[in-house]
T-cell receptor, first 113, second 114 residues
Framework: SQQGEEDPQALSIQEGENATMNCSYK?????LQWYRQNSGRGLVHLIL?????REKHSGRLRVTLDTSKKSSSLLITASRAADTASYFC?????????????FGTGTLLAVQP | DAGITQSPRHKVTETGTPVTLRCHQT?????MYWYRQDPGHGLRLIHY???????DKGEVSDGYSVSRSKTEDFLLTLESATSSQTSVYFC?????????????FGPGTRLLVL
């Protein structure tokens, strides 16, 4: 069963603009992570936010978590052409193993130079 | 890069044949995972391992088996390949010292079943 659904499915912006993508999930979670995947490559971990956290920053990344709405957002500020990739959220459902992740279907981000 | 390699990187096989994919890690991580990635489905967990000879099923385990006889190698076997198993397969690891929830992925294996 798919836990996370990203929105939008695809996003195209100009270099320097901010990119926001959203993830909604169905059941309570222990934590939520965001991963990036460049074309033809494996996934790369970006950031993890726990269920008792509301916001987290890492460089140009800002992640928010709203457990009441079962949703998260990933904001990439001042985007660069190198940010072009697919972005996936992954959740660890509450009550399960925290390393048994369920991935969403991803948002494809294209940053135009 | 968590020292993960996958072999082969590409494979074409025929329906009904057995196929084994190998994941090799060099950093003694405890947890290893096999996922498949298909358009419209994201990544789905096939099997995972939490130690030598300790494995468990994931979401889409039917038609797959795994073995882990030593820490560094996690093998995924398609017992009798079907066209529905055409996919990109990713191995991942995680460890207690880096946080077991955070996973590090290999480069993937593209499998085509004709």
């Amino acid at each position: 069963s798919q836990q996370g659904e990203e929105d939008p499915q695809a996003l195209s912006i100009q270099e320097g603009e901010n990119a926001t993508m959203n993830c909604s999930y169905k059941t309570s979670i222990n934590n939520l992570q965001w991963y990036r995947q460049n074309s033809g490559r494996g996934l790369v971990h970006l950031i993890l936010i726990r269920s008792n956290e509301r916001e987290k920053h890492s460089g140009r990344l800002r992640v928010t978590l709203d457990t009441s709405k079962k949703s998260s957002s990933l904001l990439i500020t001042a985007s660069r052409a190198a940010d072009t990739a697919s972005y996936f959220c992954a959740t660890a459902p509450y009550g399960g193993a925290t390393n048994k992740l369920i991935f969403g279907t991803g948002t494809l981000l294209a940053v135009q130079p | 890069d968590a020292g993960i390699t996958q072999s082969p990187r590409h494979k074409v096989t025929e329906t009904g044949t057995p196929v084994t994919l190998r994941c090799h890690q060099t950093e003694n991580h405890r947890y290893m995972y096999w996922y498949r990635q298909d358009p419209g489905h994201g990544l789905r967990l096939i099997h995972y391992s939490y130690g030598v000879k300790d494995t468990d099923k994931g979401e889409v385990s039917d038609g797959y088996s795994v073995s882990r006889s030593k820490t560094e190698d996690f093998l995924l076997t398609l017992e009798s390949a079907t066209s529905s198993q055409t996919s990109v397969y990713f191995c991942a690891i995680s460890s207690r010292d880096r946080g077991p929830e955070t996973q590090y992925f290999g480069p993937g294996t593209r499998l085509l079943v004709l």
